[in-house]
């Protein structure tokens, strides 16, 4: 089993910052993938970035290239998101994301994933 905890959300205006965290209580050999995801009221929980904890690899959204960036400590067990030049339609509930399958990669879709943290909202305002 793997447990998720994410922070860092908040409420900040267009324009600013955000950075999120998710440590995670095993890391490398159970999560070989981990990533962000986000779910806006009514609409469909959609990936927004993921990162190979072996090979660092990384892969986001078109939505958030270039604004966001995937990074991880793996002396920390922690993933972190950073967001800059956040937009109003970024406002989500946001969760941390792990997966060790063997048959696939590090992928945004999130059906892979088995492990979810609890969430942290992330809310812009304009």
């Known amino acids: 089993q793997v447990q998720l905890v994410e922070s860092g959300g908040g409420s900040v205006q267009a324009g600013g910052s955000l950075r999120l965290s998710c440590v995670a209580s095993?890391?490398?050999?159970?999560?070989?993938?981990m990533g962000w995801f986000r779910q806006a009221p009514g609409k469909e929980r959609e990936g927004v970035a993921v990162?190979?904890?072996?090979?660092?690899?990384?892969s986001y959204a078109d939505s958030v290239k270039g604004r966001f960036t995937i990074s991880q400590d793996n002396a920390k067990n922690t993933v972190y998101l950073q967001m800059n030049n956040l937009k109003p339609e970024d406002t989500a509930m946001y969760y941390c994301?792990?997966?060790?399958?063997?048959?696939?990669?590090?992928?945004?879709?999130?059906?892979?994933?088995?492990?979810w943290g609890q969430g942290t909202q992330v809310t812009v305002s304009s």
């Open positions: 990162i190979s904890t072996l090979a660092g690899i990384t």
């Open positions: 994301a792990a997966h060790s399958k063997s048959f696939i990669g590090c992928v945004t879709a999130a059906w892979p994933y088995n492990y």
């Open positions: 095993v890391y490398s050999y159970s999560s070989k993938c």
